[in-house]
């Protein structure tokens, strides 16, 4: 029996979960082969490096990537493995992943060397904040972070080297502005980054206008004036997530890989204002 001669429910949700094991396949493959990732010291990511030597930017997006393939590895265990689909808790691995996938693309993106750096040193702070921060919080001190903290310093001295960057503000934009620019970094799909992080965090979070459109239902018991439901989350709606996750997963890998000197992006088509997003500004 084929996918073709079963009722059309199952026949679909059949196709899902095959497509569903193919992308947890290639993000495995892709897992393995970026342990032998390496910047080729004349490519312009060496460059951006040399320009963010406290905390390089090649290791901030090869960072996002590893993450995005963790969380994608703990999806398949708990779906494969375990044999499990809960109705919640695998929307939190779906929404680290495009989070990392887009915070990657924001950083790695512009075809602008000023730009990569200065996203670069905003990514630096905003972490450095929220770990003192959080120290702070945890022993009850209610100290704020310090301007004259030495990171801080360093960082500003890093900015401040490049004369396209002097003066610039080291505040990150929201996530949600991040992941909304990172967009156009790559090809269009039919849903975007945002969208499906919007979606997954809504779930995530138990927030029921957003459970009720992404939730399958089963019908327990009805009335005049009650329906009870059993909310259970499809493989349909995890397989279209994931889909789209590896596919700009992927596009975020290719896109190191060119900047680190590893080639072109085959049939990249991916454009910016006009110039394709390839062109890498190298000074």
Known sequence: MTANDLPAPIAEESLAFAMLLESFRRVEELGKSMRKFEVHPKSALAGDDAATPYETLSSQVETNIQGAIDNVGALSALMIEAHVLPAFAHFGLLRNALEMVGMGLWLLGPTARDERVLRSLQATLEAR??????????????????????????????????????????????????LAAAQQYCAEQPYTILGFWRLSSGAMHGRRATLRDL????????SDTEVRTSMTSGVIVVANILQHVEVYLFELTFLLLERAGHGKRAGATVTNGGSEATTTDNR
């Open 129 to 178: 904040r929220d770990s003192v921060n959080a120290s702070n919080e945890l022993f009850r001190h209610t100290v704020r972070f310090p301007t004259d903290d030495p990171v801080h310093v360093l960082l500003l001295s890093q900015r401040d080297a490049r004369l396209g960057l002097l003066g610039r503000s080291l505040a990150t934009p929201s996530i949600s502005t991040r």
């Open 215 to 222: 939730l399958e239902h089963d019908i327990l018991s009805s």
